[in-house]
């Protein structure tokens, strides 16, 4: 009767067993866009411009809590510039930075950032970079291998996710008043960096 007993324990452990789902792995998140921005910062020769660019969408994969993939949107419809006072100049400059000159938005009014690996920083302080994620960028329709550090940190329902990535626009077709393409000194005061910087603001929610 013991035997008996024993045996039908055993069978009923092991089918509840099988019967019980497994804790999910892997998990989703969305980009907050109301909550999400860039922050850019360009530069030349005689100063510096800045403003916000805001994003369309995006989302984000983890497994066992960390993240592993995923992807932005930025709405460059969306740029403005936050230095300039004049509301005619600041106008000027920011249909400039729309125009093909630059973004070209009529034709690319997004850019996408695609994370193809993510990877955990070891023992990074509090406040400091604890991700790398590495991915493809693509401006203009261009698409060029980008990696940069950002801090991730639980937040509410979600994440918040910050960092900072500096990009040659030139590498995008972004050639306007660079020295790799116009003379330097026939440009003057109005040569622009090759490189200009995105600080990234981003809220993710599950």
Do not use: C
Not at 122 to 147: D, F, R, W
């Amino acid at each position: 009767m013991k035997i008996v007993l024993t045996l039908v324990l055993a069978l009923t452990t092991l089918s509840l067993a099988h019967a019980s789902p497994k804790k999910a792995e892997s998990a989703k998140a969305n980009l907050d866009v109301e909550k999400s921005q860039a922050l850019w910062t360009g530069k030349k020769l005689a100063g510096t411009h800045n403003g916000k660019i805001l994003f369309k969408g995006g989302k984000f994969e983890f497994k066992k809590n960390v993240l592993s993939g995923g992807e932005v949107v930025a709405d460059l419809t969306s740029i403005t510039n936050e230095d300039v006072k004049d509301a005619g100049y600041n106008q000027k400059l920011v249909g400039h930075l729309k125009s093909p000159d630059f973004f070209d938005v009529e034709k690319f009014p997004t850019a996408t950032f695609t994370i193809k690996t993510a990877r955990e920083i070891k023992g990074a302080a509090a406040g400091q970079p604890n991700m790398e994620v590495s991915g493809t960028l693509t401006i203009k329709g261009v698409q060029k291998p980008y990696s940069t550090k950002i801090v991730m940190a639980p937040a509410g329902e979600g994440y918040e996710i910050k960092g900072k990535i500096e990009i040659d626009r030139t590498e995008f077709g972004l050639k306007y008043n660079s020295k790799k393409f116009f003379d330097v000194k026939e440009l003057g005061d109005k040569l622009i960096d090759d490189r200009f910087e995105l600080d990234l603001n981003l809220v993710a929610k599950k």
